[in-house]
């Protein structure tokens, strides 16, 4: 929404609204202190805090103590920084998981970030910058980003490479951390342990949020979590441990009684079976409602599951509230689209998503309001 415009803030309380609950967040992140005890919590918040705003977000974290947040690009990095030392966090390591792009090292060093070094390549590029610290990402199975097996072992033949680094951290990333029974958990666990032995000693990292629940093992120095601190089940398919941190709620624009054998939305492709009540809600695609929801996801109010009917348009959706009471929902009311009752977990699994996309891709036309 265009700030400081007084015509378009007139429109406030008309468009879908996203309220995003602070303090949820903070026990989210204390419940994972108390599990990963006594491992150091960073924060992960790349992709603007998984849509829930950078600003926010750490500015909360960093307000009960965290000191140790992890971003993707140098960009986000850039922007945390200046986030952080604005409000006297200047302090805060910021991590950047991008590593050392070529061209991006004396951004790193004005900016005061952390590159995790994916290479021998940014190892020798970060040392010609002087000594500064860094961090070293090794992969132990997911090929992804990091150091080969083989290119530790080089460093670990060759220790005068590493002499002019100021070593924070090693690291590795799970590949199936939400799957416990994952038989790759446990090689990569092993792989690290050997692996992290060969560098010099430092702070070891090695769990995202599900990681953090496969028990202490998995935990050494620090651990990683992102989508629990917003809310997210970190064990898909178990109870979630973890407090929402979004409500979503977007205003009916009509209500429509549509009778049997007609067909709603574009292509046609969801036909009434019965005389059929149809909301249709002012929330879409553009928004961040993905289109695969169409004809598959249910909202959940007063506890009856209601059926997205039809294709998910730009700007609209369709729902089938028959089972709702005349009375009870009328123009004009707003829907609870996402929050206790309908989980970001749940909905993201009817439409194929999982529930970091449903975050990342939040929109920018909701009205956002920060508890
Ligand atoms: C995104 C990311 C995390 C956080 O993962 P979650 O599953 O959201 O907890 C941790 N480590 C790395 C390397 C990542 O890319």
């Known amino acids: 929404m265009i700030e400081g415009n007084e015509a378009i803030s007139a429109t ?50 960093a307000g009960i103590g965290v000191d140790c947040f992890f971003v993707a690009l140098v960009s986000e990095g850039i922007r945390l920084r200046e986030i952080l030392n604005a409000h006297r966090y200047e302090k805060a390591d910021i991590y950047n998981f991008a590593g050392l792009q070529p061209g991006a090292e004396s951004l790193c060093v004005k900016h005061n970030l952390i590159p995790i070094l994916n290479s ?25 980003l ?58 070891v990292s090695l ?11 998995t935990h050494f120095d620090m651990v990683r979590p992102g989508i629990a601190l917003y809310g997210g089940n970190p064990q898909p398919g178990t109870p979630n441990p973890m407090t929402p941190v979004i409500t979503l709620s977007a205003p009916i624009l009509q209500i429509r009684e549509v009778p049997a054998g007609q067909t709603i939305g574009y292509g046609a492709t969801y036909r009434t079976k019965a005389n059929s009540r149809i909301a249709v809600l002012s929330l879409g ?11 598959n996801a249910k909202i959940v109010m007063d506890d009856t599951p209601l059926a997205v009917v039809g294709r998910v348009s730009m ?43 449903i975050l990342t891709l939040l929109g920018q036309r909701y009205e956002r309001q920060y508890v």
Not at 152 to 176: G, I
Not at 181 to 199: D, T
Request: negative net charge.
């Open 315 to 357: 700007d609209l959706i369709a729902l089938d509230v028959t089972a709702i009471a005349k009375d009870r929902i009328k123009v004009g009311d707003k829907i609870e689209i996402l929050g206790a009752s309908t989980t970001i977990d749940d909905l993201a699994l009817s439409g194929g998503a999982i529930p970091y996309e």
């Open 207 to 217: 769990s995202n949020s599900a990681g953090i629940f496969l028990g202490p093992e």
């Open 120 to 144: 021998i390549a940014e190892i020798d590029r970060w040392a010609a910058c002087g000594r500064k610290p860094t961090a070293i990402h090794i992969d132990t199975g997911m090929n992804r």
């Open 12 to 61: 406030k309380g008309l468009n879908a609204q996203l309220r995003i609950d602070l303090s949820a967040l903070l026990s989210n992140y204390n419940l994972l202190k108390n599990k990963a005890s006594p491992a150091k919590v960073a924060a992960v918040v790349k992709a603007d805090a998984y849509g829930l705003g950078l600003k926010e977000v750490a500015l909360a974290l």
């Open 146 to 203: 990091g150091l080969s097996e083989g290119q530790v072992e080089d460093l670990h033949a060759a220790p005068e490479r590493l002499k002019d680094l100021d070593l924070k951290l090693v690291m590795s990333h799970f590949a199936c951390a939400d799957d416990p029974n994952h038989p790759l958990n446990q090689v990569q666990l092993e792989k690290f342990r050997n692996l992290k032995a060969k560098l010099p000693s430092a702070p």
């Open 285 to 295: 695609y553009a928004d961040g409602f993905l289109r695969s929801f169409g004809n």
